[in-house]
């Protein structure tokens, strides 16, 4: 079984900071990518930021300049530090995985994904 689990999520006034976490936990073999996705009320998730197991950083333009992400790979674990926080990134915020499970291979990755942590920015 594999778990993300996520932490850090709040209330901020507009132009605070906040910082989530997310651990990967269980029976993994590798991970591959890791990354962020928002889901405000009436509107699909989308992505916000993503990293490869290199290093490679990609954004949402809405955050650039503003959300930092990093992973610390030997705890299979994501960040994403938040700056400059808008009433507009208020949103219940999901980690994603990308990964091999032990015993499962390495023909395809398996992607999972976290409970959702709760990111709410007053004006």
């Known amino acids: 079984q594999v778990q993300l689990v996520e932490s850090g999520g709040g209330l901020v006034q507009a132009g605070g900071s906040l910082r989530l976490s997310c651990a990967a936990s269980?029976?993994?073999?590798?991970?591959?990518?890791m990354g962020w996705y928002r889901q405000a009320p009436g509107k699909q998730r989308e992505l916000v930021a993503a990293?490869?197991?290199?290093?490679?950083?990609n954004y949402t333009e809405s955050v650039k300049g503003r959300f930092t992400i990093s992973r610390d790979n030997a705890k299979n674990t994501v960040y994403l530090q938040m700056n400059s926080l808008k009433p507009e990134d208020t949103a219940v915020y999901y980690c994603?995985?990308?990964?091999?499970?032990?015993?499962?291979?390495?023909?395809?990755?398996?992607?999972?994904w976290g409970q959702g942590t709760q990111v709410t920015v007053s004006s």
């Open positions: 990293i490869t197991s290199g290093g490679r950083t």
């Open positions: 994603n995985a990308d990964l091999y499970p032990l015993g499962k291979g390495l023909a395809q990755t398996y992607e999972y």
């Open positions: 269980g029976t993994i073999f590798s991970i591959n990518a």
